[in-house]
């Protein structure tokens, strides 16, 4: 199952309640984490048609979560999302095997635009 289901990986509080009123009230199945250390086992029990992923958490940073996401074979489009928006965040990012990068703070219509080409 995929589609209207997404997996976040955001440790701040007013982000996650942004995130999940957004796109709930868009019909879309949000499962959330505070940390990528368990982004694999997470997305394979989940099963998410997007994942969304902050750069700095705790435990393992989202460059990191990604890059074993793609390691491990799973190909849900990755949209990381950053304060860290300096270009070489964006090209380590996409180096790693994320599919987009979005600057905090962000307008969660213009993140639902970029999301919309990329869930499956």
């Given at each position: 199952?995929?589609?209207?289901r997404?997996?976040i990986?955001?440790d701040s509080?007013?982000?996650q309640?942004?995130l999940?009123?957004?796109?709930?009230?868009?019909?879309?199945?949000?499962r959330l984490?505070e940390s990528g250390?368990d982004?694999?086992?997470?997305a394979?029990?989940?099963e998410?048609?997007l994942?969304?992923?902050?750069?700095i958490m705790?435990g393992k940073?989202?460059?990191?979560?990604?890059?074993?996401?793609?390691?491990?074979g799973i190909t849900?489009p990755?949209?990381l999302?950053s304060?860290?928006?300096?270009?070489?965040?964006q090209?380590?990012?996409?180096?790693?095997?994320?599919?987009?990068?979005v600057?905090?703070?962000?307008?969660p219509k213009?993140?639902?635009?970029?999301?919309?080409?990329?869930?499956r």
């Amino acid at each position: 199952m995929s589609g209207k289901r997404i997996l976040i990986f955001e440790d701040s509080p007013s982000i996650q309640f942004l995130l999940r009123s957004f796109f709930e009230k868009r019909g879309y199945k949000i499962r959330l984490e505070e940390s990528g250390v368990d982004a694999v086992a997470a997305a394979k029990d989940f099963e998410p048609g997007l994942i969304l992923m902050d750069i700095i958490m705790p435990g393992k940073s989202g460059i990191e979560a990604c890059h074993d996401l793609r390691e491990q074979g799973i190909t849900t489009p990755i949209v990381l999302l950053s304060s860290k928006s300096h270009d070489d965040d964006q090209e380590r990012g996409l180096a790693a095997g994320a599919n987009a990068f979005v600057a905090k703070p962000f307008n969660p219509k213009k993140l639902e635009e970029i999301i919309a080409p990329l869930i499956r």
